[in-house]
């Protein structure tokens, strides 16, 4: 490096060097600019003070001095490094890996390059490269731990553990007798633990068993040996050994859940499917009295056979666990208990026992049977429980008269509040569930998890047709419209708890996936590359390769499935609805000649690329200025947003295509999953694709023939399939042939009765009335009726959905159960309930403030 310049501005070269490694970036521009007067076309220097002024947030500039630099000096490693380097700041991993491969053509033993491209091979998942890397690395180096082990990692990644094994062995062959020292044990107790997993994952159980045993007294993380040990033990098929070990670790940790089924799997009594036979449970209930006796204070060994218990076995377990839950006033109890509805008759049991404690608190202040006195606040989450119960069961009436007296019991405990927003939620009244989100939200502001729930409440209720805004101070008319409803609002109550700067692209940074979810989803209805580095370092082998793999499935993830829903819905959206300027645009593009569309086209990109580069000057010049946060900490600048509304976003040529790519992620990694056939049908019904949007109604009953989903899919199947103009082209009297073939496979009637459906099923029945079969008038009468049956949607203006006040109301007879509205045509007129709660809507904009 520096090598063709004389001495003196050789070492004024080292230190530009060492300054950009200590962060001392004005000391490292002084020496470039020292160098540069003198030989003002440096290719090296040039690069490197572009490198600096990278790290100062002075990108255009880097790029430019990078470029020149590169551009007076190809022949050197030094210019194609930093010119990686500066891609891979901006995450353009791709083209680093170009830079740093022309590098290694010049200096093919560069071990500081070698081991930058080795990282981003690994982020880029370039498995066999990766191995060539780390063993090129390990060639050069062989004394050097990392590299042994980096060459391991990189054999398991490309799904050969045998030779990770093989290379492991080979680096403990080099090793002395009394290794390791003391300051490198941990280190290495994870590499052997790392290699038993490995023998462990390539089926070589018994060699993991010598191993472990062989290697005991290396092996510092004890709680990890037992575990892999048992589960080693358990593969074997030696049951006893492995059921042993279990309980030792239920001694250290006896609420740990995993260990309890771990005994019930080596004893044979676990069920994947929660069904056992009598004889199951009788010993079932024996294992659990006996470790209760042992672990008294254990909350698993006594929530966990409420799972098995059936009766009034069941009963009186679930009565033994909640009493001193309720008595602590534990707010998640019904959390704990909610995957127990899903069992039968257990729903009805858990509603006896509740209230049946609460007549029992109420008459004589004691739990049922017990002579000791309780403290009032036990009657209070007894309530709160039994409100929540009733929430989840869809009894909402009841479910807000409870939780309405607990308010009044208590008035100043935020969970009450927090629970009647979501009963609200659940019965379709969203803009009340905002408010009742931003009263408890207002109790105590220092509460992240408070300010969340709001958020989410606010984004949820965009779907009522007036908007109503709370908690946020809203200026002016012309603020107000900027925000977009309740959108800007959830935003404004968001970044309350996000650091000084750019406060909304702090949660983009974060991975905040439920806000970035739901503000997509509400808009619709309106990387861990150092990683690699530091854990090859650190020796936490088990926990890097879990991390790659478990990136590697991310498409597989529940976030990333809702993500790519909620694209292939705007696009199917945009092409529903193209925007008018990109239509005109199209119009304007399709008249002119071919080359002068590719003209016209090369000039768009080359503005927009003047415009985002004036945009980071700009930015560069207000970062000057103000480059230090309130605590005196540089801030780091964020990438220039030329389209911070996503208007250019949405003028895409063909937004079909676009979801399709979305479409076959899903398809490859989400199968199984209903939402992915509804797609499917809703996208290929748009592109005319007949067949395929068969084969997805076909997949839908196939999954789920009792869904309305699946129902109502079939119903716009047949209705677009009924319209179609009479077969002319052979393709088509194909396929009207394999239609016609198939109907009668396909049976008409794959729905339940119309009581089994919840309030989104009905808001979905009156879409499809409205948009596919265009009948506006049983549309309505549909909207009426479904209207008296949810009186607190707002989609449907029910009566209780926008009034100033509800009155308390205790009858409790005509309300419906389970969550079920019943057939609208089985209710007379005069049959609409009384009006309760306590909720207020806010109509009057200018009355909103910050609490």
Same mark, same amino acid.
């Given at each position: 490096?520096?090598?063709s310049l004389?001495?003196? /501005?050789?070492?004024?070269f ?15 521009? *002084?020496?470039?600019?020292?160098i ?12 490197m003070?572009? !490198? ?7 990108k255009?500039e ?19 490094h ?31 390059i ?15 490269? +990766? ?22 990692v ?5 799904s ?69 040990m048992?589960?080693?033990? +358990? ?13 030792s ?9 995993k ?9 044979? %009594?676990y ?21 209760k ?16 218990l059936?009766g009034?076995?069941?009963? /009186?377990?679930?009565d ?7 008595? *602590? ?32 608190i109420?008459?004589?202040g004691?739990?049922p ?10 009657? #209070? ?20 008269n ?11 405990v ?8 979501k ?10 569930a ?10 105590? %502001? ?19 047709e ?11 008319n012309?603020? $107000? ?26 949660l ?8 970035? %979810?739901?503000?997509? /989803?509400?808009y ?24 790659l ?10 976030? $990333? ?23 005109? /645009? ?12 590719k ?12 415009a985002?580069r ?5 930015q560069?010049?207000?970062t ?14 964020r990438?220039?947003? %030329?389209?911070?509304?996503g ?26 999953? !209903?939402?992915?056939h ?5 996208l ?55 239609l ?14 119309v009581n ?11 879409k ?7 009948d506006q008038?049983?549309?309505?009468r ?13 989609? $449907? ?14 009858? #409790?007879?005509?309300s419906?159960e389970?969550?079920i ?26 009355? #909103?403030?910050?609490r």
């Amino acid at each position: 490096m520096g090598s063709s310049l004389p001495p003196k /501005e050789a070492n004024l070269f080292k230190v530009i060097v060492k300054s950009y490694e200590t962060k001392q970036y004005k000391k490292g521009l *002084k020496a470039a600019d020292s160098i540069l007067k003198k030989f003002p076309e440096h290719g090296e220097t040039l690069s490197m003070k572009g !490198l600096t002024l990278n790290c100062m947030d002075r990108k255009s500039e880097a790029y430019e001095l990078v470029r020149r630099g590169l551009k007076n000096d190809l022949k050197s490693h030094v210019c194609w490094h930093v010119y990686g380097l500066l891609y891979r700041s901006d995450r353009e991993y791709r083209e680093a890996i170009k830079c740093y491969r022309n590098a290694l053509r010049i200096d093919p033993d560069n071990i500081e390059i070698l081991r930058d491209l080795s990282l981003l091979q690994a982020q880029m998942r370039d498995l066999s490269g +990766f191995v060539e890397t780390r063993q090129q690395l390990l060639s050069l180096k062989p004394n050097h731990r990392m590299n042994w082990i980096g060459f391991a990692v990189a054999h398991h990644l490309n799904s050969n553990s045998s030779k990770a094994i093989e290379v492991l062995e080979a680096y403990e062959g080099t090793l002395e007798d009394d290794y390791p020292p003391d300051n490198e044990r941990y280190e290495h107790s994870e590499m052997l633990l790392y290699k038993i997993s490995l023998f462990e994952e390539c089926g070589m159980l018994d060699r993991a068993l010598e191993e472990m045993q062989k290697k005991e007294s290396k092996i510092v993380d004890k709680l990890s040996f037992k575990e892999q040990m048992a589960s080693v033990l +358990f593969k074997l098929g030696r049951f006893d050994e492995s059921e042993s070990i279990y309980r030792s670790l239920l001694f250290m940790n006896p609420d740990n859940y995993k260990y309890f089924i771990a005994v019930q799997k080596c004893l044979g %009594l676990y069920s994947d499917n929660g069904q056992y036979s009598a004889d199951d449970v009788e010993r079932l209930s024996a294992l659990y009295n006996s470790l209760k006796e042992k672990y008294a204070w254990s909350s698993a060994v006594k929530r966990i056979p409420l799972d098995f218990l059936e009766g009034d076995k069941f009963q /009186e377990a679930a009565d033994i666990y909640v009493r001193p839950l309720l008595t *602590k006033g534990v707010p998640s109890l019904f959390s704990d208990l909610s995957p127990l509805y899903e069992h039968p008759g257990k729903a009805n049991i858990l509603e006896q026992l509740f209230l049946k404690i609460e007549d029992s608190i109420r008459t004589s202040g004691c739990f049922p049977g017990s002579p000791q006195k309780e403290p009032p606040s036990t009657l #209070l989450w007894t309530m709160f429980l039994i409100s929540q119960h009733y929430d989840r069961r869809g009894q909402y009436e009841i479910a807000l008269n409870k939780i309405d007296e607990a308010i009044s019991h208590t008035p100043t405990v935020i969970d009450l509040y927090s629970v009647k927003g979501k009963i609200l939620q659940h019965a379709g009244n969203f803009a009340a569930a905002a408010a009742l989100a931003d009263e408890a939200r207002s109790m105590d %502001l220092a509460d992240r998890y408070l300010n969340s729930e709001c958020v989410m409440q606010m984004l949820q209720a965009d779907q009522g047709e007036k908007v109503m805004c709370v908690g946020v101070n809203v200026n002016s008319n012309a603020e $107000f419209n900027s925000m977009k409803g309740m959108v800007g609002l959830a935003e404004k109550t968001a970044v309350l708890f996000t650091k000084d700067g750019d406060q909304h692209n702090n949660l983009h940074d974060m991975q905040c996936m439920w806000y970035e %979810l739901a503000s997509g /989803e509400s808009y619709f209805r309106q990387d861990q590359f150092d990683f690699h580095s530091y854990c090859l370092r650190k020796m936490t082998l088990r926990a890097y390769v879990s991390m790659l793999k478990f990136q590697d499935r991310l498409h597989a993830h529940e976030y $990333f499935h809702k993500a790519a829903a909620g694209a292939i819905r705007c696009y199917m959206k945009l092409h529903d609805s193209p925007s008018k300027s990109s239509t005109e /645009e199209n119009d304007e593009m399709s008249k002119l000649p071919p080359a002068q569309r590719k003209k016209l086209r090369q000039k768009q990109k080359k503005a927009e690329a003047r415009a985002k580069r004036e945009a980071e000057e700009k930015q560069e010049d207000e970062t000057a200025s103000s480059n230090s946060s309130k605590s005196g900490k540089k801030q780091n600048a964020r990438p220039v947003d %030329l389209d911070p509304h996503g208007e250019k976003l949405v003028q895409i040529e063909d937004p079909l295509a676009e979801a399709t790519k979305y479409l076959k992620l899903l398809q490859n990694n989400s199968s199984s999953s !209903l939402e992915t056939h509804i797609l499917s049908f809703e996208l290929n019904m748009r592109k005319q694709k007949v067949l395929l949007a068969f084969q997805a109604v076909k997949q839908l009953i196939k999954l789920d023939e009792n869904n309305p989903d699946s129902h109502r899919c079939l119903i716009k199947f047949f209705h677009k399939i009924n319209s179609l103009p009479t077969p002319g082209t052979d393709s088509e009297k194909l396929i009207c042939n394999v239609l016609e073939a198939e109907r009668p496979d396909i049976r008409d009637n794959v729905l339940g009765l119309v009581n089994e459906w919840q309030i989104q099923d009905c808001i979905d029945v009156h879409k499809l009335l409205e948009t596919v079969f265009g009948d506006q008038d049983v549309a309505n009468r549909w909207k009426a009726r479904c209207a008296e049956y949810f009186p607190y949607s707002t989609y $449907f203006e029910g009566i209780k959905s926008a009034i100033a006040a509800y009155i308390v109301d205790h009858s #409790l007879d005509n309300s419906p159960e389970n969550g079920i509205a019943p057939n609208p045509q089985l209710k007379s007129e005069g049959e609409i309930g009384t009006l309760n709660g306590t909720v207020h809507i806010v109509d009057d904009l200018s009355s #909103l403030s910050i609490r």
